[in-house]
């Protein structure tokens, strides 16, 4: 079976990013036999670049591309990084130092009531500054991988991948701030 839409894939890769202008490449990530990548395709999910990439790939099929800041998570921004007044951290004036620490990734929403996530850059007696870039903004992704499987996805994974959670195998039932903070890769917290 080749992938197409709407088909249960799974793969493991190893993702590197730089390797522009000179500068070596890094591992950043890696999806291992015993927890691979696991996705229904064409549903969103994951980068239409990423993808397109895979489009017509059968199980053992190997796979090397890089995707450009462009197709993945676009440039880095300055403006995107913000100064917001202590107070929006506060709970009854006070900072939960357990989840409010440098370089620490947290849920938070927009005006419009859109999550977002935000990594605390620094702590000043008056404000956090907060930077709103994707990790991975900037980069170019250079994946190397393998596909594991391609199938009919069950009903059960359909659920579980489109009205809940998009990480595969940490077992999380929903999108909660709990799961989204353990590095659960839930479709909202991203």
């Known amino acids: 079976m080749k992938i197409s839409a709407n088909k249960?894939?799974?793969?493991?890769?190893d993702l590197y990013v730089?390797?522009?202008?000179?500068?070596?490449?890094?591992?950043?990530e890696k999806a291992t036999g015993d927890k691979p990548l696991a996705?229904?395709?064409?549903?969103?999910?994951m980068l239409e670049a990423f993808e397109d990439n895979l489009v017509g790939l059968e199980p053992g099929a190997t796979f090397d591309f890089v995707l450009t800041n462009e197709q993945a998570y676009g440039e880095y921004v300055d403006e995107n990084i913000v100064e917001l007044p202590r107070s929006v951290f506060e709970i009854d004036?006070?900072?939960?130092?357990e989840i409010i620490f440098e370089n620490?990734?947290?849920?938070?929403?927009?005006?419009?009531?859109?999550r977002i996530n935000g990594t605390i850059v620094t702590i000043g007696a008056e404000s956090i500054t907060?930077?709103?870039?994707?990790?991975?903004?900037?980069?170019?992704?250079?994946?190397?991988?393998?596909?594991?499987?391609?199938?009919?996805?069950?009903?059960?994974?359909?659920?579980?991948?489109?009205?809940?959670?998009?990480?595969?195998?940490?077992?999380c039932d929903d999108c909660s701030d709990d799961n989204a903070s353990s590095g659960c890769s839930c479709n909202c917290s991203q």
């Open 130 to 171: 907060m930077d709103f870039n994707h990790p991975l903004a900037g980069e170019n992704l250079h994946f190397i991988g393998n596909v594991v499987e391609v199938r009919e996805a069950t009903e059960q994974e359909v659920k579980q991948f489109m009205g809940g959670c998009s990480c595969g195998d940490c077992s």
């Open 104 to 114: 620490n990734t947290v849920p938070m929403l927009d005006q419009e009531g859109n």
């Open 39 to 45: 996705f229904i395709y064409g549903t969103g999910m």
């Open 93 to 97: 004036g006070k900072i939960d130092t």
């Open 18 to 28: 730089g390797g522009e202008d000179g500068t070596p490449e890094e591992l950043m």
């Open 8 to 13: 249960f894939v799974s793969a493991t890769y």
